[in-house]
């Protein structure tokens, strides 16, 4: 065939590339590889599993399944190298990253075709894609090591992050996680998945090379169990995950009062946009990368293809056409486009999910033909006239299987893509950039891509919404995941409650005048609570004050629906929401005085210092509405021809559970915060002393505050908060009470894997500066969506 005849037919001769050096070092290890604990690779355990190439079904290597006594001493490592590590400066880890991101970079092939050996993706992939990414990564983090006394001051290591990594981007998710990690000053314990570990292990001994200390880094090798015994372990700071929704339900539920800090990163069903001014064939080859990159075992996998009716047909036509030319075979042939499932189980589970979307209605595009006869393949495939019902529709397939649906208007196209359990990505095609800026922000989607999709860089920040998990991995956003602000280390317990006295009965109606019994407060209106019952308010000396509504879950439901109908308040640009801000604290300084007596009636302190939590609220007030048009995002330095955006956006409906001390400002500290960012809320006031906040929706009716925005229901603080981490339509939950409290918030909260920040049962100062106002609420207010827009022609 000459060289003619290849630009006319397009027929590509095989390209393998070469497993010389992989196999030699494969052999190295032909006894069996050991974890790696203490800066050194131990000996092969006495139960051990296979690892097989899934293009040929070739044992590849023998592992150790990782126990409690191997968890236990990795976790001891790096337990005794974090002082060290956290007290080097900068400089010195930005040295060991640096040296990280060369050592990668001097083994680039060896790695990528371990990479591809293991996981069964094409080498192509491995080696222009998941390898200089990771590399990419180490270079990154080693300048916020460099940076990070003068970019974060006041913040710390937490100190032992437990990693568990899966095997669909195995080297790229280890140094996702590890890179931010150590440039934090946090030393790891690393679980890879159990069907790809072997790049891991070459990664580890990369660090002996490059002369990381000792139990920095420490990798234990096993299956799911090994996974749960590493999150559970009482010696583990912070929990990062990326894997199924599943599992990460059970971490969260698992963690639940533990006080450690989590990272879930999981499962999606992205929506795949194009409308009928798109730029068809650029949108089938973003369909390529979209679902068949991988081999669609990509957690962000553009799943659901939602086209506008109009260009429906056509596209479809270029789609059928294009899929005709993908070439499905062995990942280590450099024309390979398609590589193996990772194994026979995952195999089985897309056949059989893409057998269901036929008998549901769904007509299947594909050619089975192109799959070699042995190995782990499934050819790409569509299923056109998908129901948005579906289970296609809906489940994550992990599979190169894009679904189909259609749509007539862009409201339309927007109700379709979040018509979804999930929030992780999406893909926006169109050639008006109004339209693509319109719908990007309309997306319930951590990262949304217009007219690109698959775009990565560790100057973005990765994660989804929803049950999509939560938190950041790269940019800024992402380090804030490994570090807390010092004071916290000092909090003490909240004090255990002053007892209270029976209650004597108030002053008789004549001299009281008018009995008042504050009702909730829901949709800008006064409400009784559907209990039909009324909880007493006592003072310190037992004098009955007054009484408040008792709130059940029925009211909650009623807040929580007007808080989800306000969402004209996140809409509101930012100047306007701080008028209202500003609004408030104007009218709650009219009525300082009276306000302040209410403090002392039900708190028993000096009028003096009544009046000043009185003033310190009227100033937190004013302190987020500055905030309020002013905490913005940033436009990402990435390496693409265009930027990537990063928006602050609003959690959406946050319940905010109050602390007791500081009532009133405790309450104005969690509310302000929460509306300046545009969220609307559901809020249990302190349960000593009610009293300010059933007086502060007076203020609150006569400041411009819009009916919904601000709900607050009065009753039992933990019987409330359950109510709330349990409702579906939160996105995100604040509590202030009790550790057990606490930690039946972040349980109840796995249901839907809402945000949750609780207290783990310490005090806050509200009145000092740093503990109780800043940039801290702000983060915890809102979500970073990172829009990537490329330009130019």
């Keep these: 065939m ?17 497993t010389g050096e992989a196999s030699a070092w494969l052999q190295r290890h032909a006894a069996g590889f050991g974890h790696f604990i203490g800066g050194e690779p131990r000996a092969a355990g006495a139960t051990m599993f296979e690892t097989r190439n899934p293009a040929s079904g070739e044992v590849l290597a023998r592992l150790t399944q990782g126990d409690a006594a191997a968890v236990d001493a990795a976790l001891a490592a790096a337990r005794g190298a974090q002082p060290a590590w956290a007290a080097l400066s900068g400089h010195a880890r930005a040295r060991h990253l640096y040296a990280l991101a060369r050592a990668v970079q001097k083994n680039a092939r060896l790695l990528a075709v371990v990479e591809t050996l293991d996981n069964g993706k094409p080498i192509r992939e491995s080696r222009d894609i998941d390898v200089p990414l990771v590399a990419r990564h180490f270079y990154h983090h080693a300048g916020w090591a460099q940076l990070l006394a003068t970019e974060f001051p006041g913040y710390e290591p937490l100190g032992v992050a437990g990693q568990i990594i899966p095997w669909n981007f195995p080297l790229l998710m280890l140094a996702w996680k590890v890179a931010p990690a150590l440039a934090t000053g946090n030393t790891v314990v690393l679980k890879p998945a159990e069907y790809t570990s072997l790049s891991a292990l070459l990664f580890a001994e990369l660090c002996m090379q490059a002369g990381l200390p000792a139990g920095v880094l420490n990798i ?19 929990v990062a995950f990326t894997g199924s929704t599943e599992v990460g339900r059970r971490i969260r539920e698992a963690s639940a009062g533990s006080g450690k800090k989590l990272t879930l990163e999981l499962g999606g069903k992205s929506p795949f946009v194009v409308f009928d001014d798109a730029d068809l064939d650029s949108a089938v080859e973003g369909l390529v990368d979209a679902i068949w990159f991988n081999q669609g075992q990509v957690c962000c996998a553009g799943s659901r293809l ?39 189980v995952q195999l089985e589970s897309i056949r059989t999910l893409v057998a269901r979307g036929v008998e549901e209605g769904a007509t299947l595009v594909q050619d089975a033909g192109q799959c070699p006869a042995t190995g782990c393949f499934y050819p790409p495939t569509l299923l056109r006239g998908v129901e948005p019902a579906s289970t296609v529709a809906q489940e994550e397939i992990f599979g190169p299987v894009l679904v189909s649906m259609t749509f007539r208007t862009p409201q339309e196209a927007v109700a379709l893509a979040n018509n979804t359990r999930y929030g992780l990505a999406a893909s926006v095609w169109t050639e008006n950039v109004n339209l693509a800026l319109d719908v990007a922000p309309q997306i319930k989607a951590g990262v949304v891509w217009v007219n690109c999709t698959n775009q990565f860089d560790a100057a973005a920040g990765f994660g989804g919404y929803r049950e999509s998990g939560f938190g950041r991995e790269g940019g800024r956003e992402g380090l804030y995941e490994y570090l807390r602000p010092a004071f916290v280390r000092k909090l003490k317990p909240i004090p255990d409650a002053a007892p209270v006295h029976p209650p004597r009965p108030a002053a008789p109606a004549h001299e009281a005048g008018i009995d008042r019994t504050p009702k909730l407060y829901i949709g800008g209106r006064q409400v009784r609570p559907d209990s039909g019952y009324s909880l007493d308010v006592v003072s310190p000396e037992g004098v009955l004050l007054g009484q408040v509504g008792a709130g059940n879950r029925k009211d909650v439901r009623d807040a929580v629906e007007a808080a989800a109908g306000a969402g004209a308040w996140s809409r509101a640009s930012g100047h306007a929401r701080a008028q209202v801000l500003y609004y408030v604290g104007e009218n709650l300084d009219a009525r300082a005085r009276e306000f302040a007596q209410r403090l002392r009636a ?29 905490y913005d995002g940033a436009a990402h330095s990435v390496p693409i021809r265009g930027m990537a955006l990063a928006m602050h956006e609003p959690n959406g409906v946050m319940g905010l559970v109050c602390p007791d001390d500081a009532p009133l400002l405790g309450l104005i500290s969690l509310l302000a915060p929460a509306l300046a960012m545009g969220n609307r809320a559901v809020v249990v006031p302190a349960v000593r002393a009610p009293l300010a906040a059933t007086d502060f929706y007076q203020v609150l009716d006569t400041s411009d505050v819009p009916g919904g925005a601000v709900n607050i229901v009065t009753g039992e603080r933990d019987v409330l908060a359950r109510c709330l981490a349990e409702h579906y339509e939160v996105d995100a939950l604040w509590y202030h009470g009790s550790r057990e409290g606490g930690e039946a918030v972040e349980r109840a909260a796995a249901a839907n894997l809402k945000r949750t920040w609780v207290n783990d049962g310490l005090a806050r100062d509200w009145f000092d500066g740093e503990q109780g106002e800043g940039r801290e609420f702000l983060r915890h207010a809102t979500q970073v969506k990172n829009v990537w827009v490329p330009y130019g022609e």
Excluded at 222 to 238: I, N, P, Q, Y
Excluded at 323 to 341: F, N, S, W
Excluded at 606 to 624: D, G, M, N
């Design 2 to 18: 000459s060289v003619v005849d290849v630009f006319e037919t397009m027929e590509y001769g095989p390209a393998p590339e070469s």
């Design 220 to 238: 234990v090798t096993g299956d799911g169990r090994t996974g749960a015994l590493l999150a559970g372990h009482a010696e583990v700071d912070k």
């Design 306 to 344: 939602l086209v506008q009716e109009s260009v429906a047909e056509r596209l479809h036509e270029k789609i059928a056409a294009r899929m005709a030319t993908l070439r499905v075979g062995d990942p280590l042939d450099k024309a390979i486009d398609i590589g193996a499932i990772v194994d026979p």
């Design 602 to 630: 039900m708190l028993g302190v000096t009028a003096r210092k009544a009046a000043r939590e009185v003033q310190a609220s009227i100033e937190r007030l004013f302190f987020y509405a500055a905030w309020a048009d002013k």
